[in-house]
């Protein structure tokens, strides 16, 4: 059990017993907004479904990753390759005709690259450096 389940399952432990958030931050020397947060989900659900709520976060939405599709991801990675030095990614997000953040999370997630522009820049550096010095 990952470290923040076991966090969220002693919060939630905690409130069925009957203690107030205040009480389980200094317990358990959780961050405040974390037992809030907990506490208010837990109390917005007691309402409705007499206190069912389970330590698990929400899934991720998928809208990202349905729009970084296959075809999407081999367009960007073409588009990159073959002109590195376009500064931007919300030009690329223009050309794509889609957002910036689609474009930002692609290069980060999907072709696992910290920075098109640098890898492409220090290509160009090193590039130039056999062009002067091995001729």
């Not at 809030?36 to 007691?46: A, T, V």
Request: aromatic share 6%; with cysteine; net charge neutral.
């Amino acid at each position: 059990m990952s470290s923040e389940l076991e966090r969220r399952t002693a919060i939630i432990v905690a409130l069925r017993c009957g203690r107030a958030p205040k009480e389980i931050i200094d317990f358990f020397k959780y961050p405040k907004a974390t037992v809030y947060s907990i506490s208010k989900s837990f109390k917005e659900l007691e309402d409705i479904e007499e206190g069912f709520i389970t330590p698990e976060r929400k899934t991720p939405d998928r809208s990202q990753v349905r729009k970084r599709s296959a075809d999407f991801i081999d367009c960007l990675q073409t588009m990159i390759k073959d002109d590195p030095s376009v500064p931007m990614m919300s030009t690329l997000a223009e050309r794509l005709n889609v957002h910036r953040t689609t474009v930002l999370h692609a290069i980060h997630e999907d072709l696992r690259c910290n920075s098109y522009v640098l890898r492409a820049h220090t290509s160009n550096l090193v590039q130039n450096w056999c062009l002067e010095n091995l001729n």
